[in-house]
């Protein structure tokens, strides 16, 4: 009688292992990731400039906003003209400032790319 014992317990414990060997098995195999999860991210610099107008006037914030696909995608704001770098997936992006006569930059971004793209805003 203690034979069976061991035996159903036996049975059983390879009935419950081997369904959760399996299900382990899963746990280490690598998965594919999709190309643009992979993919470098580029990169989009430049100089935004402050509206001068008249001369002695005090230095203000000046907003740098990327679109893509109509949505805002970054953004940076500093006091006065400044430098700005924004590391972005590969794409077509519009950039600009929240500057007045400010004409947008159209950018076309690829991987691991530098692309300098300056905003000047010219109200003078």
């Given at each position: 009688?203690?034979?069976?014992?061991?035996?159903?317990?036996?049975?059983?414990?390879?009935?419950?292992?081997?369904?959760?060997?399996?299900a382990l098995a899963g746990c280490g195999s690598t998965s594919s990731t999709?190309?643009?999860?992979?993919?470098?991210?580029?990169?989009?610099?430049?100089?935004?400039?402050?509206?001068s107008g008249l001369p002695g006037q005090p230095t203000h914030q000046i907003?740098?906003?990327?679109?893509?696909?109509?949505?805002?995608?970054?953004?940076?704001?500093?006091?006065?003209?400044?430098?700005?770098?924004?590391?972005?997936?590969?794409?077509?992006?519009?950039?600009?400032?929240?500057?007045?006569?400010?004409?947008?930059?159209?950018?076309?971004?690829?991987?691991?790319?530098l692309v300098h793209a300056d905003l000047i805003s010219s109200c003078d």
């Amino acid at each position: 009688m203690v034979h069976v014992r061991m035996s159903r317990a036996r049975r059983w414990l390879v009935l419950i292992s081997v369904p959760a060997a399996v299900a382990l098995a899963g746990c280490g195999s690598t998965s594919s990731t999709s190309p643009v999860a992979t993919q470098r991210p580029g990169v989009i610099a430049g100089m935004a400039e402050q509206c001068s107008g008249l001369p002695g006037q005090p230095t203000h914030q000046i907003k740098v906003i990327v679109y893509r696909d109509h949505r805002v995608v970054a953004h940076q704001a500093k006091l006065g003209s400044h430098a700005y770098r924004f590391s972005l997936p590969p794409g077509q992006y519009e950039v600009t400032s929240d500057q007045s006569y400010v004409v947008p930059a159209n950018v076309s971004l690829r991987q691991g790319q530098l692309v300098h793209a300056d905003l000047i805003s010219s109200c003078d």
